[in-house]
């Protein structure tokens, strides 16, 4: 009789233990070949930035060349099913961008669900935009400005990158927070959007931070960043938030997996990108582009998207947002 215990108490162990010795056995296997990191957005643009970067040290860390696919259209939901369909072994990740949240509401019929069908691995960066005025605006700060824009109702015509991009999305938070009546503008892209700013054929730009050649010429005036905090790229403008309270409307930038990847790969991921963004060259490298330093675990990522889809959601039902 003893010896049955024994035998089974073995047995039990071993049940017990197996699955630890496999998942770890997985984890320091992978990966086995080449990571596709797949990016929803053309190549040169902040999105694709990230990915290259990321890229670049994950192929270090990880000891495989990560490869940067772009996969355009669909404001990124086709990168997303590009990956959610993909083996969950951890071989194909997906750049996460703000899209993600905002195309959640955007988008009556999707094919994904993105909680549901995409795991968090890290948040990497995020990124402020900037508020721009034509130098013909006359104010000189977003109060300025607010009282401007409510002294002229529908007056004033406010360029973005396109309809339910990002900066959009920011210009349309503004007009709901301070109240006041503009006419939307969209533009294929930021480039042509800042090219008819300079030019005077709009008043008001919600951009990324690649402007400052621009603003240390005269062409636009920078009346604060769309950030919680200052940026140090600009560290003397303010942020829209010190004139209108809780305002943040910045871009970020993480990665994620298939849905069922599993949890060791996923938490080596997110060791080594962690790992990554503690190098101080490159927090140098996201700086240069206005970033900041996200990291954290799986679960402060999943919940940044959660809370970010819930924010953007209630602009695009309140401003009525469709998608061309």
């Given at each position: 009789?003893?010896?049955?215990?024994?035998?089974?108490?073995?047995?039990?162990?071993?049940?017990?233990?197996?699955?630890?010795?496999?998942?770890s056995a997985r984890a320091q296997a992978y990966p086995s070949r080449p990571v596709r990191l797949i990016v929803g957005f053309a190549p040169g643009g902040a999105p694709d930035i990230v990915a290259r970067l990321a890229?670049?040290?994950?192929?270090?860390?990880?000891?495989?060349?990560?490869?940067?696919?772009?996969?355009?259209?669909?404001?990124?939901?086709?990168?997303?099913?590009?990956?959610?369909?993909?083996?969950?072994?951890?071989?194909?990740?997906?750049l996460v961008p703000t899209a993600a949240a905002i195309n959640a509401t955007l988008y009556e019929k999707l094919n994904f669900n993105f909680l549901r069908d995409v795991a968090p691995v890290a948040g990497v960066t995020?990124?402020?935009?900037?508020?721009?005025?034509?130098?013909?605006?006359?104010?000189?700060?977003?109060?300025?400005?607010?009282?401007?824009?409510?002294?002229?109702p529908g007056k004033i015509s406010m360029a973005s990158a396109g309809v339910g991009s990002g900066p959009h999305l920011g210009g349309e938070l503004f007009k709901m927070m301070a109240g006041v009546d503009m006419v939307h503008v969209p533009y294929r892209g930021g480039a042509?959007?800042?090219?008819?700013?300079?030019?005077?054929?709009?008043?008001?730009?919600?951009?990324?931070?690649?402007?400052?050649?621009?603003?240390r010429a005269g062409r636009v005036r920078a009346l604060a960043v769309t950030s919680a905090m200052r940026s140090a790229a600009l560290?003397?403008?303010?942020?829209?938030?010190?004139?209108?309270?809780?305002?943040?409307?910045s871009a970020w930038?993480?990665?994620?997996?298939?849905?069922?990847?599993?949890?060791?790969?996923?938490?080596?991921?997110?060791?080594?990108?962690?790992?990554?963004?503690?190098?101080?060259?490159?927090?140098?490298?996201?700086?240069?582009?206005?970033?900041?330093?996200?990291?954290?675990?799986?679960?402060?990522?999943?919940?940044?998207?959660?809370?970010?889809?819930?924010?953007?959601?209630k602009v695009i039902k309140f401003a009525g947002i469709k998608p061309e």
């Open positions: 009789m003893k010896t049955h215990r024994r035998r089974f108490l073995r047995l039990l162990v071993g049940a017990t233990v197996l699955p630890v010795i496999l998942q890229g670049q040290w994950l192929s270090e860390r990880l000891g495989q060349h990560v490869v940067v696919e772009n996969r355009t259209g669909a404001g990124g939901n086709i990168a997303v099913e590009a990956v959610m369909n993909a083996p969950a072994d951890g071989h194909t990740l997906l995020r990124v402020p935009n900037i508020m721009l005025v034509h130098p013909s605006v006359p104010a000189h700060s977003v109060a300025e400005f607010i009282a401007y824009a409510k002294a002229h042509p959007a800042l090219t008819d700013l300079i030019a005077g054929q709009v008043q008001l730009l919600f951009v990324n931070l690649a402007v400052s050649e621009h603003i560290p003397d403008v303010p942020t829209v938030g010190e004139f209108l309270p809780s305002y943040e409307a930038f993480g990665l994620g997996a298939p849905k069922n990847t599993p949890a060791e790969i996923v938490d080596k991921l997110n060791k080594e990108i962690n790992a990554g963004l503690a190098d101080p060259k490159v927090q140098a490298r996201l700086a240069d582009m206005g970033g900041m330093t996200l990291a954290g675990s799986p679960a402060d990522f999943r919940q940044l998207i959660a809370d970010e889809t819930e924010k953007w959601g």
